[in-house]
């Protein structure tokens, strides 16, 4: 998952945040939003938007078919998944700005102005509403299964659990913070919303990453402080080596591989 993530978003992250900063300056110097570079940096800040909310939706539907087939769900599995997922979030962000982009010039786009809006909207939920429900029903199959599945099934099921456990953070601040701009300018009446320069709504995505590295920072922080500071009991087994009397899940499982491997 780390390595989608550096693949599939975090590059559309980066180019966010600059195309964002970048369109200020623009707008800064020119004072014109209809100046051809701002049109072609502003395709940029759509595609780079959808294609991050594609990836945490791509990474919750790969969560979804884990759950289902825990048994069965292998590495293979995994990467032949994420390709597909990952195609298809690509052909779908480069579809959402071409349409977005296009729709303004072509009549027959017009009714469906509010198409790319709602899209966003949706996928933001659709993110957000699975990624609990997964959470919750793995944690229940963790419990139930506890004694009925083999080690590797339950392997799966945590797995699933620390992704979803991961990923949540991100998806609420993303969801509640991203589209604000958006619907801020929804809700503005629009003879003031006209003399307000677009780039000025796109600081809630800029927030937003804020705040997700402002997260992972403190989280990062804890976990290394509270491993420092856990002292683990040790017992002496009959060769009168020291070994742990408690086993985190993820030292058990890769204690486990290890001796697998």
Known sequence: MKMYL???????TISLN????FLSIVYLIHHDEKVFLFEIVRNVVTISSQQIRNSLFVIVIERIFATIWFKKYRFSSKGSMFFWLSVFSYFWAILYTSYSATMPYIPAF??????PLWIMFTTHFITFILCPVLHYLNQR???LFAYQINLQSRHQIFENIKVLKFIFPPILIYTFLAP???????????EFYINVPYCSFLIFYNLGFLLIMIQQIFENREN???????TVPTVTNAF???LPAALTNDRYFQ???????
């Open 6 to 12: 550096l693949v599939c978003a975090l590059p559309f």
């Open 141 to 143: 199959m963790y419990k």
């Open 224 to 230: 290394t402080v509270f491993a420092k500071s856990a």
């Open 110 to 115: 017009r009714p469906f102005a509010m198409a």
């Open 18 to 21: 600059f195309a964002t900063i």
């Open 180 to 190: 604000s701009g958006s619907l801020l300018r929804l809700a503005t009446p629009q």
């Open 255 to 261: 204690d486990l591989k290890q001796q697998w491997h």
């Open 240 to 242: 009168g080596k020291q």
